[in-house]
């Protein structure tokens, strides 16, 4: 158990579907984030929440759509998703503490999606 | 924009010495990182290397840096079956919530 828990660990969509990801983690981190892991390309980072708030978004499509309610939910709201959406994607949580090292950045193991 | 690469595989003999190669663009880079990660699993921080530092060593593992080169290494002392994984490397520019920036993760094989 990494102490953020990611729902469900695997999904099926339809391009017209609308489903969401959960992301959870009680280790009093004060930031979230959303990443994309597609097969042979880097991680990508899309969304960061810190303190709630939305800090950063990298030019993801509209059809993502993050949502942090408190600071230890993250959702990832998705809409008319298409196939080269598929991939890994990965809740991460940390302290957020500026000039410090992210050494408590902690993933969650991941939602497999797979859009069909 | 920011840049960090890797080799995607690298094939070792068990009970030899993995050495992992990363290197990067980003001169504003603070905090350098690697990560493993298992299959199905997440990622997982193996060990950090500020900036002004050129070496750590944690048991059977030690990181160098270059920053002239902007070159970063872990190696594997040691190899076990165990440490069959991928290997991240990731740069950050000062902490807080800023996110990191991964390499394509480098695929360590073990072989018997």
């Not at chain 2, 690298?10 to 050495?19: F, K, P, Q, T």
Request: negative net charge; glycine residues 8%.
């Amino acid at each position: 158990e990494t102490g953020v828990t990611q729902t469900p660990r695997h999904l099926v969509m339809g391009m017209t579907n609308k489903k969401s990801l959960k992301c959870e983690q009680h280790l009093g981190h004060n930031a979230m984030y959303w990443y994309k892991q597609s097969a042979k390309k880097p991680l990508e980072l899309m969304f960061v929440y810190s303190l709630e708030e939305r800090v950063e978004n990298n030019s993801v499509p509209s059809r993502f759509s993050p949502e942090c309610p408190n600071s230890s939910h993250l959702f990832l709201h998705l809409h008319t998703l298409q196939p080269e959406d598929s991939a890994l994607y990965l809740c991460a949580s940390s302290q957020g503490t500026l000039r410090q090292p992210e050494e408590d950045y902690t993933f969650g193991s991941g939602t497999r999606l797979t859009v069909v | 924009g920011e840049d960090v690469e890797q080799s995607l595989f690298l094939s070792v003999r068990e009970g030899d010495s993995s050495v992992i190669n990363c290197t990067y663009t980003d001169s504003s880079s603070t905090y350098l990182y690697w990560y493993k990660q298992e299959p199905g699993a997440g990622l997982q921080l193996l060990t950090y290397i500020f900036s002004n530092m050129d070496m750590k060593q944690d048991q059977r593992l030690t990181v160098l840096l270059n920053k002239k080169d902007k070159h970063l290494s872990l190696r594997i002392a040691d190899t076990q079956t165990g440490d069959s994984a991928i290997y991240f490397c990731a740069e950050s520019s000062g902490g807080g919530a800023d996110g990191l920036t991964f390499g394509k993760g480098t695929h360590l094989i073990i072989q018997p």
